[in-house]
Each structure stands twice: as structure tokens, then as C-alpha cells.
């Protein structure tokens, strides 16, 4: 049985119009880089947004200082809501998870303009894994029928899709494993610690979040299963913006330094960071294959 995350915990934070550089007078209002006085920047919660917004304030500063127009930034309540926000034309642009990006393109036509990378500036990566305890006689995914499974959220790239695309892979049925939705990242890896279930999706971003926060000791569990390398999260732009006003936000996206995007970089386990670098849809090939095999809609999402 599969049941939808409580949102609760995740409540929309109110919009923060971030002070200071460039203000929203006239003369900013009305230049190539500031439509409506203003570029609004969405955000999944993939973490705590407790956690989140200071790394993502400290991004948008940069940027606005660069695009000379304040960025609003917004975390909103899921992916759905996210892809809503931007369809609806209430974000000029938005970070998406890799699976979440595939239906913001085509139903909200999000474009990937910029992602994040290493410090030689090559674009970095993320894995999915699933963990049992070390004293578990689970070996395979196969082990895994007639066993719980605490997944992320439904949606999330590394913490459903892929950990479900495994059990199809290996032969086992959605219907033979009791599937949970925990609520997110650090919630399904709670629930493994804390003995609620047999086996959870840790991804390799969380992995490392938890670690530096001597929150896991891995030599108590096992992973025994790991996915294929993900391209990291993309940072779009809506499609029908103006062509200048998508120009100036891809520019200064590629032109910020690797201080203005390190604390982000952190919650996606980019140590050492360096500066965003272009992508392009193909460069998500992968996951919209992944949509298509396992037959996912926006509604999956």
C-alpha cells in the first residue's frame, strides 16, 4: 500500500522578496532583466525548507545583484505545486528535481538553462540506492517482496521513481512489497533507522548530508542496490518569457561565482562546488526514458 506523504511539516513558506540590490523602481521595472519588477525563483523542498531557504537566499542575492531586479524566492508545498506555480505563469523560474523537470517541460515548458558542478566545472551527479540494516538477510531487490520499503515522496527522481523502476527490473511487483511514503529524504531514512521498516531509498545527496551531520554510521546498514548516475537538479526558465529576459537570466546564472551557490551545492553533495554550468533538455534524456518505462504522468508527480 502506498500513501501520500503528510505535507504538513511542509507548509509553504511566505514569499521572501529579497532587499537591497537593485530595488524595484521604474527604471528597473521596466528594463530587459526585470519583467514586472521582479523575478519570482521557485524551489522544491527536497530538504527541511528551514534549511533551505538561507542557502537559496544567499543564491538569489547573487543573482539579483547581477540582473540588477529583486528575485522572489519561493519554496513551495511539492513538485506538483511547483509545476502548477510556473503553468500558471506565477514563476519566471524554478529548480526542479531531474524526474520533476520532465512534466515542467511539457506542461509547464520549463527550459533548463543551468545546473550544478564540480570544481574543475564539469556538470556533477547524484545516485539512488536502497539500504537495509547490516544484520539484514536481505541481499537484492529481490529479497526485497513481502518486505516494507520506506520510499521519499511521490515524484522524487531518486526517492520513487528510480528505487520502483529497480523492482520492475529485478521482477518484483509494486503489490508484493509494502511500499511507504515517508514524507522525504530524512524521513525515509528515519524510518530504516529507527527499525519502522526493512529497507529505504538513501540517495547519495542525503547520504552525505547526514554523514557530515553524524547523523548515520553506514557500517551499521548495507546498500544493495544502486542506480545508474542522475544529472543534477536543473534550474529552468519559463519558455515564454522574452527572449532578452531569458538570455539575462541563463547569463547571470553562468556567471556566478562557486561562494554564491556552495550552501546550495551542499544539500546536493557538490564538495567541492564550482560554478553553474548550461544543460540542455538531453541532457535529461535518461529521465524522460525512465518516465516512459515506467509509464509515469504529471499526476506521478
Known sequence: ?????????LAVLPALLLAGCGGGDA??????????????FGVEPYEDPAKLKPAYETLAAALQKTLNCPVELKVVEDYSAEVLAMRNGQLEMAQFGPLGYVFASTKADAQPVASFADAKGALTTYTAGIWVPASSPITSVKDLKGRSLALSSPGSTSGDALPRYALKTHG????????????????????????????AEINSQQLATVQAEGG???AKYRQIWTSDPIPNDPITVHGELDPAVRQAITSALLTLGPADVAKVGAFLDVDPPGPLVAVRKETYQPLFDLATALNLTEKDV
Open 172 to 199: 518484483v511487483a509494486e503489490t508484493d512489497v509494502k511500499i511507504d511514503y515517508a514524507g522525504g529524504h530524512p524521513e525515509a531514512l528515519l524510518a530504516l533507522t529507527n527499525g519502522k521498516v526493512d529497507a
Open 1 to 9: 500500500m502506498r500513501a501520500r506523504p503528510a505535507l504538513a511539516a
Open 216 to 218: 548515520f554510521d553506514p
Open 27 to 40: 527604471t528597473t521595472a521596466a528594463s530587459s532583466t526585470c519583467p514586472n519588477g521582479k523575478i519570482r
